[in-house]
């Protein structure tokens, strides 16, 4: 069977519209906030992680150190930022929300000083964020989802998007490569499925994003490490008929990426929403797409942020989509955004 190879066209009949913005991290100077993670843990209440740290440049470039897991929580309002997590002497990568159906929230978050070479971790809270436990370490060999939001089963089960690195991206061998890694326990026994890569480019492509299709399919969506090498980066899409233990042969896309981060809304029904940076070259502007056949071809995107990089996404209960990303506040520091969308039906 030809896997679907997605496409865009221009066939726009209703267009998403931003209804809200905010900040959420501190206006400190020589602060850079990045790699958010958001999440509605009931309806109405909201939690958001992110990583952040004091210096001038950004964090996990020019600042390497102190970089640590904050959080804020919006039960009517916003909680004041807190730092949950703290790396006095490296950095904390890409924090992760997810929950249970047991409404148990689990934080995943990586601390080292690149990601070729850290520890994962999990935190557990049953209060919607607002108290979280010891940190627990997970087995060698399982990553954890280190970019976008795991899907949560009916049944529990997790199936993480994750991607391996290995190599310097500056040296001449290196390597990158897609995992899928489930858990039927809550995240205490783990199943790692791998790898995705591109068989002619060994540093390839990393940090997934799920969704079902149509048909009930689940379905990735990659970032392309090209630009870092001198290539045309694009998005890679691959999909799995039998929830993620095995998957098709990555495709490319005609979707750009400039090595960026990307997320996806699953509205159901085959109806999703892309947020990422629609450019081979540029981590601006911040733009959403619409599919309506499960990723097989893209409405036009639509700029919902000159700048804009790094984003989280989810569908709230009442209809709208929610986005955090890291947005520039002032020179190189960034700051971590808040932004609600309407989507037409």
Same mark, same amino acid.
């Given at each position: ?5 997605? +496409? ?18 501190? &206006?400190?100077?020589?602060?850079? %906030? ?22 001038? +440049? ?17 039960? +009517? ?8 997590? /703290? ?30 070479? %850290? ?9 919607? =964020? ?13 990553? !954890? ?10 049944? =529990?089960?997790?199936? %993480? ?11 001449? *061998? ?8 489930? /858990? ?6 783990? &199943? ?40 045309? !980066? ?9 929830? =993620? *233990? ?61 700048? =804009?990089?790094?984003? /989280? ?8 989509? *929610? ?7 002032? +020179? ?5 955004? *808040? ?7």
């Amino acid at each position: 069977m030809t896997e679907p190879k997605a +496409g865009l066209n221009s066939d726009f009949t209703a267009v998403p519209k931003v209804v809200k913005e905010e900040f959420l991290s501190h &206006q400190i100077m020589n602060f850079d %906030c990045h790699s958010s993670s958001f999440i509605e843990t009931s309806p109405g209440q909201y939690c958001a992680v992110w990583k952040g740290g004091p210096g001038v +440049g950004q964090s996990n470039k020019t600042i390497d150190r102190n970089v640590g897991v904050w959080m804020t929580v919006y039960d +009517g309002v916003w909680s004041t930022p807190v730092e949950i997590v /703290s790396a006095p002497d490296s950095i904390c990568w890409n924090p992760i929300l997810c929950q249970l159906p047991s409404k148990e929230l689990l934080l995943f978050y990586r601390v080292g000083s690149d990601p070729r070479s %850290c520890l994962s971790f999990i935190k557990r809270s049953n209060d919607d =964020g607002r108290h979280w436990s010891k940190e627990e370490m997970l087995p060698a060999g399982i990553i !954890g989802p280190t970019k976008n939001k795991p899907i949560v089963t009916s049944n =529990g089960t997790i199936i %993480c998007p994750s991607s391996r690195e290995v190599g310097n991206p500056l040296a001449d *061998h290196k390597a990158t490569s897609c995992w899928i890694e489930i /858990s039927e326990d809550g995240g205490r026994k783990w &199943q790692g499925i791998g790898p995705l890569a591109l068989p002619d480019r060994p540093f390839g492509v990393i940090e997934p994003a799920l969704f079902y299709d149509r048909e009930g399919c689940l379905r990735m969506l990659c970032r392309d490490r090209a630009n870092r090498i001198g290539g045309i !980066g694009y998005l890679w899409m691959s999909i799995s008929r039998d929830g =993620g *233990h095995h998957w098709s042969e990555l495709q490319k896309t005609e979707l750009p990426n400039p090595d960026s981060g990307i997320d996806v809304v699953d509205f159901g029904k085959g109806k999703i929403a892309l947020i990422y940076n629609h450019s081979h070259t540029d981590r601006y502007p911040l733009n959403l797409a619409i599919s309506e056949d499960g990723g097989d071809h893209w409405l036009d995107p639509i700029v919902i942020a000159e700048t =804009g990089e790094f984003p /989280s996404a989810v569908l709230a209960k009442d209809g709208l989509v *929610h986005i955090t990303y890291a947005a520039k506040a002032d +020179g190189e520091q960034r700051r971590i955004k *808040h932004m609600v969308v309407q989507v037409p039906n």
